[in-house]
Every structure is written in C-alpha cells, then in structure tokens.
C-alpha cells in the first residue's frame, strides 16, 4: 500500500527551490532503481543524490533521493512515483526533523610535510579523518550534512583537490518508528 507520510510536510513550507530529502521504500527486487531513475529522467527531474539499502525487512530497500526543486515540482514528482508499483512508501522529510549524513573522500596534494599537517588540522576540526597519506597526497574522510562537506572542500580546495567520492545522503526521520510496513 502506497502513501505518503502524514507527519509535517515540506508542503506547508515556502515554494522556493530548496534541497528535499524523500525516504522511499521500494520492493527489493532488480529493475527497481532502473524504474525510479528513470521516472526522474523522463520528466526531467534531476537527482543530487541517491543511496539505497536494504533495510530491516530482506524484502525491502530504502533509496534516499536528494533533489532540488519547488513545491509543486516535489508534489509532481511525489504523486508519479506513488504510482509505481514497486514503491511501497513515499516520506518527504523535513531536515529539521531528520537525521541525515553523508560520507566524503577526498583526496588532495599534500607534497611537503607542512601542507599535510595543516590539512591534518582542518580534517580534525571537520572530525574528519586521515585514511591514506603518502609524501605526495593526502586522504580525508568527512561525515556530516551535505553543507559540512562543502565547507571542507572549500576550505581546503587551495591546497589542490585531486580526487572526491561521496555516497550520497542517507537520512531517517527522528523519533517513533512507524511500524505500517
């Protein structure tokens, strides 16, 4: 059974473009995310991001898509995805309500001892972490809201970013679960 979450909507928000968040479970079965995606291609939505996973049920899978648009563009594209058969449940989250992250490697020059301790610095700041150093490059890993992860970037993008891998934002609404699956 298909529905969309009754708890405080983005809906009642401005219609201003803005990143939303939408928690979709989805039948775990192949050709799912072909289907979704392509939804989004062809009414020409773009997807910031997606991660799925499985989720607590083995039938079941999470995809967590980021996109940026407007209300009546999210309300859209909300109502066409409810009409897929392999979607289960639709929840547009609020992100002041929602624990989102996502993780980040990046991988940048670090050719002299003193650039790798100053971006050693900025990575502790960013509770980030060193996952690879070498005498040419450095590698951090930063976990938080897509926005921590762009301030990193930004603050270290004079030193040369060489490489950057991000997964995706995974998200889940605070407090009660609701148990309708």
Not at 19 to 36: C, D, H, Q, W
Not at 46 to 60: A, H, M, W, Y
Not at 144 to 151: L, M
Request: charged share 25%.
């Amino acid at each position: 059974m298909m529905e969309l979450s009754k708890s405080k909507s983005i809906f009642d928000y401005d219609d201003s473009n803005k990143m939303y968040i939408l928690s979709v479970i989805v039948e775990n079965k192949p050709g799912v995310l072909f289907r979704i995606t392509n939804l989004f291609r062809s009414r020409n939505f773009n997807i910031e991001s997606i991660t799925v996973g499985i989720t607590e049920k083995p039938d079941l899978s999470r995809m967590t898509i980021t996109t940026i648009s407007d209300v009546k563009t999210l309300e859209q594209l909300v109502k066409q995805l409810q009409k897929l058969i392999d979607v289960i449940q639709i929840n547009v989250l609020n992100k002041e309500n929602a624990v989102y992250r996502e993780l980040a490697l990046i991988k940048m020059n670090a050719k002299d001892p003193t650039t790798r301790i100053e971006i050693a610095n900025f990575a502790s700041i960013y509770r980030g972490n060193i996952m690879d150093i070498t005498n040419e490059t450095i590698t951090v890993e930063i976990i938080g809201t897509p926005d921590k992860i762009d301030a990193f970037k930004d603050l270290v993008s004079g030193y040369g970013i060489l490489q950057v891998a991000r997964t995706g934002v995974s998200a889940l609404p605070r407090g009660a679960v609701d148990d309708d699956l």
